[in-house]
């Protein structure tokens, strides 16, 4: 998996279900977007629109199987916050 | 699916690493395969406390991280060393103890990404019903990982006052990151206070349980980590608490 732009820290400032979703994949590993509506209680259109923001943000990234996406989080390979980063975050 | 546990502290020198590896030796005692990884790559201790000698250590985590071997091969089974025959297994992933080596990952980190990829394969490969997380002390990019994939985190915490300020920031956390079932351990408790006051003052300032008050033990000081209390003390008050705090953990 390409390294990404996302550090554990910016999970802090994310907003709640952007930060569901990205949790559910570290947590579970790859998915589908109607796994990831079923799992957090989204609708298709909420789950597309969220996984489009955190693509953009590159944050996530997905491989196309059969007629499927799967989505899966793409940590950055080296953190870049430090501790006092990480507190004014919240 | 397996069951992820973090066990965590804001300082450092709360008991957390003794708290896991009893914690894993009573998963093992319940009949459970647990993996433990230890993630204090920058003070790792772990290992002592489950008799994993140096000598005997063929791939730390380190290695992995560095991509030199899988996760797998990184992973030792500590059961035999847990001084009571027990129906589980505990399976070891050590960090390495060699200055050098803990030099350069505090010189140039790792990949997040790779260490939250090993605790999946670890739950996969080994088969485990249990991975417990043994983390490094404070707020870092490391502990935030853990503690967002963990369906329950314990934070251990001595009734200090840095280490109330602290545990302030750390629930602050688990809750913004949703944590399932969080739950406090007091440790290193003068036997001089009230424990029934206290468990209720640190619920009542943290909002969250307390699985267990723990009282400072001269027993526990006198093993100094030379093996798991709860396998050396099966009888002993704190066994007994750590038990029904594990059940807690598990509900």
Not at chain 1, 5 to 25: F, S, T, Y
Not at chain 1, 69 to 87: E, M, T
Not at chain 2, 86 to 94: D, E, F, N, Y
Not at chain 2, 179 to 192: C, H, Q, S
């Amino acid at each position: 998996m390409p390294s990404g732009e996302l550090d554990p820290g910016d999970l802090l400032g994310l907003p709640d279900k952007h930060r569901k979703l990205i949790v559910w994949l570290a947590r579970y590993g790859p998915a589908s977007a109607a796994t990831l509506a079923g799992e957090l209680g989204l609708s298709p259109d909420e789950v597309h629109g969220i996984l489009r923001v955190l693509l953009e943000q590159e944050y996530i990234s997905y491989k196309s199987e059969s007629a499927d996406r799967v989505y899966n989080v793409r940590f950055r390979s080296k953190p870049r916050h430090s501790a006092n980063d990480l507190l004014n975050l919240f | 699916m397996a069951h992820i546990m973090s066990v965590h502290s804001f300082r450092g020198g709360t008991g957390k690493s003794n708290t896991t590896a009893n914690l894993a030796a009573l998963l093992a005692q319940q009949g459970k395969r647990v993996g433990v990884v230890d993630t204090d790559i920058a003070s790792p201790g772990i290992h002592v406390l489950l008799g994993l000698e140096e000598t005997a250590v063929q791939h730390t985590l380190n290695d992995y991280l560095w991509g030199l071997c899988s996760i797998g091969d990184a992973a030792h089974d500590v059961t035999e060393h847990l001084s009571v025959s027990v129906s589980g297994q505990v399976l070891l992933i050590p960090s390495s103890i060699k200055a050098g080596e803990i030099a350069r990952v505090l010189r140039e980190g790792y990949d997040v990404g790779l260490l939250n990829d090993g605790f999946q394969s670890l739950i996969e490969e080994l088969v485990l019903d249990v991975l417990l997380i043994d983390t490094h002390p404070g707020l870092n990019e490391e502990t935030l990982l853990s503690i967002a994939i963990s369906d329950a985190l314990i934070i251990v915490m001595r009734p200090d006052q840095q280490d109330f300020q602290g545990t302030g920031v750390t629930v602050e956390v688990a809750r913004k990151l949703d944590v399932p079932n969080l739950l406090l351990v007091v440790n290193k408790a003068p036997i001089t206070l009230d424990f029934d006051e206290l468990k209720l003052r640190v619920e009542n300032t943290y909002n969250c349980t307390v699985a267990a008050v723990l009282p400072h033990s001269d027993e526990m000081m006198t093993l100094a980590s030379a093996g798991v209390f709860a396998m050396h003390y099966p009888d002993h008050p704190i066994t007994q608490k750590l038990k029904r705090a594990l059940d807690m953990v598990l509900a």
